[in-house]
């Protein structure tokens, strides 16, 4: 496992219904997604990967760098999964503020439907909260506790803290199968910005200060985290070239704008859709099936379905819907054996990763972003301050098969 730090500048406003209704659809049919082909423990071990959970996040049209990710997305997936918990085998508890306190109680009722350990999971909810908040004293006051769990036991933790004096959020993810002590080096990653020496008495290397401090467990601790990765978070708002992957980028675009580059099995299963409606599923593709180096420039997910400040574009409403509709009925396919449609879903992600190889993007990034505005009204593009409008000059072309 390895650790990593990134800053995260604080965002605040609410998300409005509109993008949040379809976030929390999306959220569940992705998560529905991972557990039909990858099981239960691998869609904790995803939401315990900060790149992945960023990536989501983007993928869902929230802000593709701020905190808010870390609070809108939890919120939607715990409404949207906890009213299909008994068939997804998944639960979610706690929260933002108040919600946050309730996670005991959340955690006991659980167990006594699933027949769980109650008293040990509101235990792990209580350390990883006691660790992050007390033990690690970085300057970051938590304010956020998610507890997922699976109806076998396995749990992972998102909880985030902010520091108001730098004006920057930091994410902690936990996943109980690496955790080997609560009081040494627990986390399966820890996001936030270097501020210099802080205090953490789970560091390795403080067991004699720990040992005097905390008197948790007798466990014999292990070095479970020996790498230590970076993902720094830019403050500005805008999405630029430098956050993403430009080779990446443009072969999505090209497996989305040239359909010869696709076989013709997965043309035929996804007759009908534009290749807009294709490039937002090619990044949902490898959302559900990417690998986890696949996750290292989470901004070039919002060109899925844009943000809902604006950037990189405005969310395209109507794609977004035929999103949620071919994943859903997808999903459903499968699950009555006829997995054809989620084959051809994947095969978006492998046509994508094909190209890589030997393609090589042009320096255009700046009018790709133009040409998603100009054309964001025709797929209901909406902002936090109102719906997309015909722009007053037409766009200049943008050559999207070569990026």
Not at 56 to 74: E, F, P, R
Request: some cysteine; charged content about 25%.
């Amino acid at each position: 496992m390895s650790r990593s730090y990134a800053d995260l500048p604080l965002h605040y406003g609410q998300v409005p219904p509109w993008l949040y209704n379809r976030m929390s659809a999306l959220g569940v049919a992705i998560v529905e997604a991972v557990i039909t082909d990858y099981g239960k423990s691998a869609l904790l071990q995803r939401l315990s990967d900060p790149f992945w959970f960023q990536s989501l996040g983007c993928v869902l049209g929230m802000d593709w760098h701020s905190s808010g990710i870390t609070t809108s997305v939890m919120g939607a997936l715990k409404r949207s999964v906890n009213k299909r918990s008994k068939e997804l085998g998944i639960y979610i508890c706690g929260g933002k503020g108040r919600y946050s306190r309730e996670t005991p109680a959340e955690l006991m009722k659980i167990a006594e439907a699933t027949g769980l350990n109650g008293d040990l999971l509101v235990r792990s909810s209580k350390l990883s909260a006691k660790v992050d908040n007390t033990a690690i004293q970085d300057g970051f006051q938590l304010y956020l506790h998610s507890f997922i769990l699976s109806d076998e036991g396995e749990w992972a933790v998102v909880q985030q803290g902010m520091n108001d004096a730098t004006g920057t959020a930091r994410r902690y993810h936990w996943h109980s199968p690496t955790i080997q002590s609560f009081v040494e080096e627990p986390h399966s990653f820890i996001y936030g910005p270097n501020q210099g020496l802080i205090l953490n008495i789970t560091d390795k290397q403080a067991d004699t200060t720990r040992n005097g401090v905390l008197q948790l467990t007798g466990e014999d601790p292990a070095h479970l985290l020996p790498e230590i990765q970076k993902l720094v978070m830019p403050g500005h708002h805008d999405v630029r070239a430098e956050d993403i992957d430009l080779k990446r980028l443009g072969t999505v675009l090209a497996v989305a704008h040239e359909k010869e580059l696709l076989d013709m099995e997965s043309l035929l299963l996804l007759e009908g859709l534009g290749p807009r409606t294709l490039q937002s599923l090619v990044l949902v593709s490898e959302v559900i099936h990417g690998t986890p180096s696949r996750f290292k420039d989470p901004a070039r997910f919002s060109f899925a379905h844009g943000g809902k400040d604006g950037h990189p574009f405005p969310v395209p409403t109507k794609v977004y819907d035929e999103t949620i509709q071919t994943l859903e009925h997808a999903v459903n396919r499968a699950k009555l054996g006829n997995a054809d449609k989620s084959e051809a879903i994947k095969n978006l992600h492998k046509a994508a990763q094909r190209l890589e190889q030997d393609f090589q993007p042009n320096n255009n990034f700046d009018q790709l972003i133009e040409h998603e505005r100009a054309e964001s009204w025709k797929y209901g593009g909406r902002t936090v301050s109102g719906k997309a409008k015909p722009p007053k000059e037409k766009p200049k072309g943008v050559q999207l098969r070569l990026f």
